[in-house]
């Protein structure tokens, strides 16, 4: 047991210096002027990443948010600095895909519904992972507090919808295979139609696996198992994976709360779980948030537990307003907006560490977590 606890601690170091390494991109030097082609991987209101045949550049132009989903197709005439675009012209191809229609289907019906460009961005990122409808300051406000992974669709939200279509599918069906089948179909579908994202690929193949043991197996679940079999059918059918950086904090974040992670128990353990879960997070992938965004958000941990009442609140009475619900506005809007602004509080620069300084005090505070955790797991035993 020893061994196979060192071997864990050892993987996850190893798997984390391999992330930072593959995440980081090298920019191209020098200007030039010229016509770049390819699909549209991420769309936010400040543009949209481009992947052509030389990479993915970033096409700097907020007209993209009102016009174009991910995976549509762009051809941009206009001036390159580096991986950065500064277009003269465009022309949008949009997706024939059923997915990329229904999803755009979602966003005009958005459009029409939730008047609130705050409300709107919110509801269609939580529930569709329609980033470009987030407002600049909103997004703003979500990167200085250190909460941005709550506007990506990943674990948490694709661990809610599955609870919900298992619990409606049992509710109807029972309790049986046809309910496990169902819910994990609708976890598909869901996957498919908020973009299939690889961090949102990764949450669906791990509720899936939960869903489909439960259903056919039941008992305690491997989560270390189910782990490496995302890894590896992500590898297998998105070949990019690694090097998407919502990827990276995605496989990166679930690993370290299996190797580090635990149930933590008292009467507060629902508010300390969710900022333990933080902390473990914010430390284990340290390295990796640093060469990503400059620096860590200290202050990370305690505005994501903050945020969890307003981001369900958000969510449910998004779904409803969307609806038609229309007493539903009067709610969400203002929470929408106290959401925002308890961010715009918390927000600050991020901590930036040398690195000489950053791997050692971060080896460190992982072997304090790994001693924590194994600490805790033998204390519950005789509580």
């Known amino acids: 047991m020893e061994l196979s606890n060192r071997f864990l601690l050892i993987l996850f170091t190893a798997l984390t210096i391999l992330l930072v390494t593959r995440g980081e991109e090298i920019p191209c030097s020098g200007t030039s002027h010229g016509v770049w082609r390819g699909r549209l991987t991420t769309v936010t209101a400040r543009g949209g990443m481009l992947s052509t045949e030389e990479g993915n550049l970033w096409v700097s132009h907020r007209s993209l948010a009102a016009l174009s989903l991910k995976g549509d197709s762009l051809i941009v005439f206009g001036r390159r600095s580096g991986m950065f675009i500064s277009p003269f012209s465009m022309r949008l191809r949009s997706s024939s895909t059923l997915f990329s229609y229904i999803r755009r289907q979602f966003k005009g019906r958005l459009l029409t519904t939730i008047h609130d460009p705050v409300s709107r961005g ?63 179909l609708g976890i598909v579908l869901f996957v498919a139609l908020s973009g299939g994202r690889a961090s949102t690929v990764r949450a669906g193949i791990m509720a899936s696996f939960a869903v489909l043991w439960m259903t056919f197996r039941g008992g305690r679940l491997h989560l270390l198992t189910v782990w490496w079999a995302a890894l590896i059918l992500s590898l297998v059918f998105l070949p990019g994976t ?7 904090m995605s496989y990166g974040a679930v690993l370290s709360l299996i190797v580090f992670g635990g149930n933590l128990r008292g009467r507060l353990a629902a508010l300390y779980s969710p900022l333990y879960a933080g902390v473990i997070i914010t430390i284990s992938l340290a390295p990796l948030m640093t060469s990503i965004y400059g620096g860590i958000s200290w202050l990370g941990p305690v505005a994501t537990v903050i945020s969890l009442p307003f981001m369900l609140s958000v969510m449910a009475m998004g779904f409803l307003s969307f609806a038609g619900i229309t007493v539903m506005f009067v709610l969400l809007d203002p929470i929408s907006h106290w959401w925002v602004g308890t961010l715009q509080v918390l927000g600050h620069d991020p901590v930036t560490v040398p690195q000489f300084v950053l791997y050692p005090v971060w080896v460190v505070l992982l072997v304090g977590l790994r001693v924590f955790s194994k600490w805790n797991r033998f204390n519950r035993r005789f509580r």
Not at 242 to 248: P, R, S, V
């Open 122 to 184: 919110l509801t269609g990122g939580l529930l569709m992972g329609l980033r470009g409808l987030i407002p600049v300051e909103t997004a703003t406000a979500f990167k200085q507090s250190g909460t941005s992974h709550l506007l990506a669709l990943s674990g948490l939200h694709t661990g809610i919808i599955a609870l919900i279509l298992l619990y409606l599918a049992r509710m109807i069906f029972g309790k049986g295979v046809l309910s496990g089948s169902l819910a994990v």
């Open 242 to 248: 690694l090097e998407d950086k919502g990827a990276q």
